[in-house]
């Protein structure tokens, strides 16, 4: 037992370098092929923190462990917003949100949308035993992968026509000199073996240490798994605060939420005992309603821009904070409950 927590520990400290290392080329790259902010944040850099959890969702479902895949995705998104209550609180006095404009609602609420989408599949395979598939893939899945395209689109034309704050910290020079694009290219694929790599030996570990202990596999998807694939987002996202990039941070949380909702498809196409959402237990509502929960009051927070503020942060931060932990309890509790 020891050796599988090292292992899975040493597993998440990889990941935690490489896809730290995978933000930064992705910046890198994203800088010198002359994309926009927006796309950096947004797409390209959430695409990136998030490739830990494709990989570990779709190893998941690989080795038939559906509810690891699942609890995966809506755990990193979760984790993903009580990290936006922890930079409110590394940023300084007052709400973080009164630092980002509104077109963070816009990514916001598409995530909300894919995350409802999911929860409707859920409750349609599990209450009323009702699923098409095609070629094995559920049809939920494809919704949510064509979703999630023409999400992007959306976005991405909406941030063209309404640009970030001039205020927004501007690149006037080559920040990183000695990197070409090819070199970054190269860094990024080598970042994303390392992830390959470890994702699924993070997975394998999870469902040994689900069956040793007789710890539920929802719960070790939706908290132990998620956690250790979400700490890129963690790091770019404290990074990101640091620099003043408020928006890049906000940014690159929402548009990761949005991506970890199409891992669902990819697993879905790799799973082969069945249809995975068919295949996954009704917990992962509880899950996902947390995550909801949270996006809505964050939303809420952005929209209204209070300025109260409690110990440097803001009320919509402690209470998305609250949501979360009060949701890991009761997910830990369902999950003694099936022991």
């Known amino acids: 037992m020891t050796q599988l927590w090292l292992e899975f520990i040493l597993m ?6 490489s896809g730290t290392y995978l933000s ?38 690989i080795v038939g462990a559906p509810d690891i895949a699942v609890g995966n995705a809506f755990g990193s998104n979760t984790f993903n917003l009580v990290i936006l209550a922890f930079a409110d609180l590394l940023q300084g006095k007052g709400p973080l949100l009164l630092r980002v404009n509104y077109s963070h609602i816009l990514s916001g609420l598409v995530g909300v949308l894919l995350s409802a989408l999911v929860v409707f599949s859920l409750i349609l395979s599990n209450f009323m035993n009702f699923n098409l598939s095609i070629f094995g893939v559920g049809v939920d899945s494809i919704i ?37 694009l090819n070199k970054a290219l ?19 570990t999870a469902d040994q240490i689900s069956m040793l202990t007789g710890i539920d596999q929802s719960f070790i998807g939706s ?20 620099i003043g990039a408020y928006n890049m941070a906000v940014g690159n949380v929402f548009g990761s939420n949005i991506f970890n909702m199409t891992v669902i498809f990819f697993a879905d196409v790799f ?21 909801i929960v949270m996006a809505t009051i964050i ?15 803001g009320w919509d931060s402690i209470a998305a904070a609250i949501v979360y932990f009060v949701g890991v309890y009761l997910l830990f509790q369902l999950g003694l409950n099936v022991i």
């Open 12 to 17: 998440a400290i990889f990941i935690i370098i």
């Open 24 to 61: 930064r080329f992705g910046d890198i790259i994203a800088d010198k092929s002359g994309l926009g902010q927006a796309f950096i944040g947004g797409i390209l850099i959430a695409m990136a923190t998030s490739l830990p959890e494709l990989v570990t969702s779709i190893s998941s479902a």
């Open 144 to 180: 949510l992968l064509l979703t999630y395209i023409i999400s992007v689109r959306m976005i991405y034309r909406y941030d063209k026509k309404n640009p970030l704050d001039p205020d927004d910290p501007k690149k006037e020079e080559d920040p990183n000199p000695d990197y070409t």
């Open 186 to 204: 190269l860094g990024f694929a080598l970042c994303a073996v390392v992830i390959v790599f470890s994702g699924y030996r993070l997975t394998i």
């Open 223 to 242: 908290i132990m798994v998620a956690a250790a694939t979400s700490l890129p987002e963690l790091v770019a996202t404290i990074s990101a605060v640091k």
């Open 271 to 291: 799973y082969r005992q069945g249809v995975l959402l068919e295949d996954a237990r009704i917990v992962h509502i509880l899950t996902a309603t947390v995550g």
């Open 299 to 313: 939303l809420i927070g952005l929209f209204y821009r209070s300025r109260r503020s409690f110990m440097w942060m």
